[in-house]
Each structure stands twice: as C-alpha cells, then as structure tokens.
C-alpha cells in the first residue's frame, strides 16, 4: 500500500479560453454590438445586426448548459478532468474565506497492463468501471470524481472544516480499501491494488485547480516509485 501527500504545488499554463465568448457576455454586449453597426455601417449594419446576432446567440446556447453532462467519460461516466480544475478553483476560493480545508487524490489501480493482459479489454473496461462506481460510492454528491487516463482516477474533496493530514491519510486508505476489496469480474475474481498520492491547499504556490491536481499528480508519482 503506496500513499504519498505533497503540499506544494508548481504553476500552470492552462488557460480558460472556452468561457471568453460566453453566452452571458454576448448578451451584454448587444447594445454596444447594435450601436457600433450603426455608426459604422448605417442602417446596413443595423440589419447586419439583426440578422446574425439571433444565430450568435443560438449558436452559443448550448454553452450555458451542463457540459460536463455531454463530455463525460463514455467508459466510466465520470465528469472530464476540466470539471475537477474548475471544482478544485472553487473549492480554494473557499477555503480562503473560511476555516474550512479541501483535498486532492490521485490514484492510480497497480500492474493494470498486466490485467489486461491475463484477463483481456473488455475485463479492463469492467475493471475501471467498477472502480470508478466503487469511488463514488464513498464520495459525498459535492465532491468531484474524474479519470484522468486509463487506471488513474481524480478526486477533489469540497471543502470540511477539518482536513489535517491525518485525517487525509485515512481518507486515501479507505480509497485502497473500496479498490482492493476482491471484485468478481465474469468467470474469475480480481483483487486490485492501488497507489494513492494527495495534496492539500496550505502552501499551494499558485492556488488554482490545476496546480492542485499537479501537486496531487506530483504526490502519486513519488508514491509509486517508493
């Protein structure tokens, strides 16, 4: 049994360019879009208006639903990995105003090639998503699930008001404990292990969600060299 918590975090790149041209800003934008056909363009540009910002804003309306609900995992379900970033960002804000800590684990199901190759595909797919039904059964409905790539799982805690680390030790041993619990796959049965790094918020370098995930990333690597 591998746990490994990290605490520090390094910068990301990532940017959010999919929320720029929401739906709600070209709403708000209308006024300033009419005016400026206008002036630039006279009544043609009035028109112009008229016409295309209907098909703009039918164009955008899918943005303003869920999109976790139409990216999700076909495999597993679960959310996708821009989900957990955002949930993580949310759950920092958070904690800066309160007493309250959050958490993020990184696990990953050992010697899964090795599965696959005694086993075969279809019994790695009914691995992983047994695994991942395993995880949410343990989870509360604000935390957040996601796989990341094939045997290695996400997860962002919303924030408690208690979160030390020896609560987040236990927290990462129950984890292996749901895994490593035998789970009869067809004709046979698999025991799976599984290794588990984690970080918390409290010398986070750059507090977003993805340096979050990185650091916990981070964690789960040295774990499994250890």
Do not use: W
């Not at 955008?60 to 379900?77: N, Q």
């Amino acid at each position: 049994m591998r746990v490994e918590n990290l605490r520090i975090g390094q910068s990301s790149g990532r940017g959010v360019l999919a929320h720029i041209f929401s739906l709600p800003l070209i709403l708000s934008l209308i006024p300033l879009i009419i005016l400026a056909g206008y002036f630039v363009f006279g009544e043609g540009g009035l028109l112009a208006a008229a016409l295309g910002l209907p098909l703009a804003i039918s164009l955008l309306l899918p943005l303003g639903k869920d999109r976790s609900a139409t990216t999700r995992d076909p495999l597993t379900g679960l959310s996708p990995k821009y989900v957990l970033e955002e949930d993580l960002d949310k759950g920092l804000s958070n904690t800066l105003r309160s007493s309250k800590s959050s958490l993020c684990v990184v696990l990953q199901i050992d010697d899964f090639g090795a599965s696959i190759d005694r086993f075969g595909v279809a019994a790695g797919d009914a691995l992983l998503r047994a695994v991942a039904e395993r995880l949410r059964q343990v989870l509360r409905s604000e935390d957040t699930l996601t796989q990341l790539d094939g045997p290695r799982f996400a997860i962002g805690l919303a924030p408690l008001h208690r979160m030390d680390l020896d609560q987040a030790l236990q927290f990462a041993k129950r984890l292996q404990a749901t895994i490593e619990a035998p789970l009869p796959l067809d004709a046979t049965t698999v025991c799976a292990t599984a290794s588990v790094g984690f970080a918390t918020p409290i010398r986070l370098e750059t507090r977003n969600g993805a340096a979050f995930l990185e650091a916990a990333e981070t964690a789960l690597h040295v774990a499994r060299r250890a």
